[in-house]
């Protein structure tokens, strides 16, 4: 009997080893699952912010041809207006004076 009692307090010996081990791989998993999510956050993190700096370069770009643009049509719409301003004025100028001089 004595040896039937030492077999089953053996084997719950083994067993407990057995869950320990298991628990202690467990924890060493979870471990490295818990590294292997932190890196691969990371390697996210780094590619999103290369993709939003390369995304901002291209849009401050075509914000800088953009303005170019819109200054350059600024510019001749402002010279345009200058060549109607230089023409019209001596021709009002000349519509006054003569509506003076009919008088």
């Known amino acids: 009997m004595t040896s039937l009692i030492d077999n ?25 699952a818990s590294e292997e999510i932190d890196k691969q956050r990371h390697e996210i993190d780094m590619a999103a912010k290369a993709k939003t700096e390369s995304q ?5 770009e075509q914000l800088a041809a953009d303005l170019a643009r819109i200054k350059s049509e600024h510019s001749a719409a402002l010279a345009r207006l200058d060549q109607i301003a ?16 009919e008088d």
């Open 8 to 32: 089953v307090l053996a084997l719950e010996s083994q067993a407990d080893q057995v869950l320990s081990d298991a628990r202690k791989e467990a924890d060493r998993i979870g471990q490295r």
């Open 56 to 60: 901002r370069a291209a849009i401050e």
């Open 86 to 101: 230089a023409q019209v004025i001596p021709k009002q100028a000349d519509r006054i004076v003569h509506a003076f001089l």
